[in-house]
């Protein structure tokens, strides 16, 4: 599974975009980029995910850069709910085996 | 209905004690896990079973005890606790099919402190 590297913390404010970058240079080609997150005292919440393309949903957007070295995770109007910790994770075709790294802790003021 | 639902939400127990933690998923899926977050808020997957199969053991010690009864079911046994197995333990399971691109959706946790 690919090594991601994040931004120990970032700050937004309430309404602007939230752009999550995130490192993932060893990634090989069938692994996937996912995004997670943790609000306070809760379970992960699946965000989004991709291979190869941007994706986009409900949630938040994926932009991969196209050699697949580097993603952000755009959310696009950040509210106060969306502090928590952000994790990207890469995770192979194989057995599914989400691997967490540090994340990065989103906060968002008003 | 809660897609993944884990019992008891909080566990107190003392040192020396065996205490299971109940898994459910109401989603059809094929594979469901055990994760454990610690204190330093590190989560690291235990275990994954796929169709009552173990396919992931992440070398976690003999007191712990999966048990999958059905698909649908995943246990967490724990004999003779120890103060360090206070964590936050988290149910997941994911897709049709052990295979990436599926996502994989967590339970709401249950914490359990051992005195």
Redesign the interface.
Known sequence: DAKTTQPTSMDCAEGRAANLPCNHSTISGNEYVYWYRQIHSQGPQYIIHGLKNNETNEMASLIITEDRKSSTLILPHATLRDTAVYYCIGMNTGFQKLVFGTGTRLLVSP | DTA?SQTPKYLVTQMGNDKSIKCEQNLGHD?MYWYKQDSK?????MF?Y?NKEL??NETVPNRFSPKSPDKAHLNLHINSLELGDSAVY?C?S?GIG????????????SWLTVV
């Open positions: 993944v594979t808020k590190f989560l690291k997957i994954s796929n396919i992931i988290f997941a994911s052990v295979r990436a691109g599926n996502t994989i959706y967590f339970g709401e946790g």
